[in-house]
C-alpha cells in the first residue's frame, strides 16, 4: 500500500480531484504541476514514486491544485511555458504561446533558410516575446524590434530576451500602440505578427482558463477585419521593397486580407494552413 504522501498517491489523488471539477487533461495537469514544484522532469516523477513530500511541499502542491481546479492555466502556475526550442516566462499580463505560433515561427525561418546576412525584423503585438526571440535565437544575424502596447507585456518580453538571448545590441523593445510610436521612417526586411483576432462575439465559446485569466486585449476585437485591414496597409508602409509579412490570424478572414492586398499594392499574398488544416497564416509580399 502506497504512503499518503508518496509522489504516486498525491498524483492519484489529484487526478481524481481535478476530474470532478470537470478539468480537461487532469492527469497531465497534476504530473506537470507537481514535476514543476519538485525541479523535477515528469518522468522522474515515476522513477521517484515512492518518494515522500515534506508538509512545505504538500500544501504548495494542495495550492497549485486548488488553482488549476479553478481554470487558472497550468503555465501561470508554473510561471513558464515551453515554446519552440526555449522555456518562456509568463504570467496573465501576456498570453500564453501556442502551438500555432510555433508553426508560424517555423515558417519564416523555413522560408529564409540559406538566406544570410542581416535583417531588420519587427515582432509586432509581441506579448512573452515568444516570435521575435526565438527567430533571433535562431538567427544570431537578425536585428529584432519587440513591440507592443502593454508595458507589462514589454517588461516580460524583455526579462525573456535577457534569459534566453542573454545581453546584446541587436534586440530592441518599443512601447507602442500597432505602429503609432513607431517612426515613419523605419522600415523593416520583416514583419511577423500574432496581434488579437477572435470576434468578441465568439467569447462565449472560449474557454473558462482563456476568459477568465489570459489578457482580453491580446484576444479579442469589436471588428477584426476592419483593426486587421489597417494594421496590413500600416506594415506595408514599414516594410522595404520586398519586405515579407507573416500574420496569424482568424481562419474566416486569411483569404479576405490576401484579396485585399493584392488590389492594395502588395506584389504577392498567400494563405497558408496550420497543422490542423486552418488558414492560419497570411504572408504577403511588399
Given at each position: 500500500m502506497q504512503h499518503p504522501d508518496s509522489i504516486l498517491t498525491l498524483l492519484k489523488k489529484s487526478e481524481e480531484f481535478l476530474k470532478k471539477k470537470e478539468i480537461p487533461s487532469a492527469r497531465l495537469d497534476a504530473e506537470i504541476l507537481l514535476a514543476d514544484l519538485?525541479?523535477?522532469q515528469r518522468v522522474k516523477l515515476y522513477v521517484n514514486f515512492e518518494r515522500l513530500l515534506t508538509e512545505t511541499e504538500k500544501n504548495a502542491y494542495r495550492e497549485r491544485i486548488v488553482d488549476r481546479s479553478k481554470n487558472k492555466p497550468t503555465a501561470y502556475i508554473t510561471g513558464q511555458k515551453a515554446f519552440y526550442n526555449s522555456v518562456f516566462f509568463v504570467n496573465e499580463k501576456v498570453l500564453i504561446p501556442r502551438p500555432e505560433t510555433e508553426e508560424l515561427v517555423e515558417k519564416v525561418l523555413l522560408d529564409?533558410?540559406?538566406n544570410h546576412g542581416e535583417r531588420s525584423v519587427l515582432d509586432l503585438c509581441t506579448g512573452s516575446g515568444c516570435i521575435g526571440i526565438s527567430l533571433k535565437s535562431a538567427r544570431k544575424d537578425?536585428?529584432?524590434t519587440l513591440s507592443d502596447i502593454s508595458k507589462d507585456a514589454l517588461e516580460i518580453a524583455e526579462k525573456?530576451?535577457?534569459q534566453i538571448i542573454g545581453e546584446g545590441d541587436n534586440i530592441q523593445f518599443l512601447e507602442s500602440n500597432l505602429f503609432l510610436s513607431i517612426p515613419k521612417e523605419s522600415k523593416f526586411d520583416l514583419i511577423v505578427t500574432n496581434p488579437p483576432y477572435i470576434p468578441i462575439s465568439d467569447k462565449t465559446?472560449?474557454?473558462k482558463d482563456v476568459i477568465d485569466y489570459e489578457p482580453h486585449?491580446?484576444?479579442f476585437l469589436e471588428d477584426p477585419k476592419e483593426?486587421?485591414?489597417k494594421l496590413i496597409e500600416d506594415a506595408r508602409l514599414h516594410l522595404n521593397e520586398g519586405g515579407k509579412f507573416y500574420m496569424e490570424t482568424h481562419p474566416s478572414l486569411a483569404w479576405t486580407f490576401v484579396s485585399e492586398s493584392?488590389?492594395?499594392?502588395w506584389k504577392e499574398g498567400k494563405v497558408e494552413k496550420d497543422l490542423s488544416g486552418k488558414d492560419r497564416f497570411v504572408v504577403l509580399t511588399k
Open positions: 519538485l525541479n523535477l529564409f533558410k540559406g537578425w536585428n529584432i525573456n530576451a535577457f465559446e472560449m474557454m486585449l491580446a484576444l483593426f486587421l485591414s493584392l488590389t492594395n499594392g
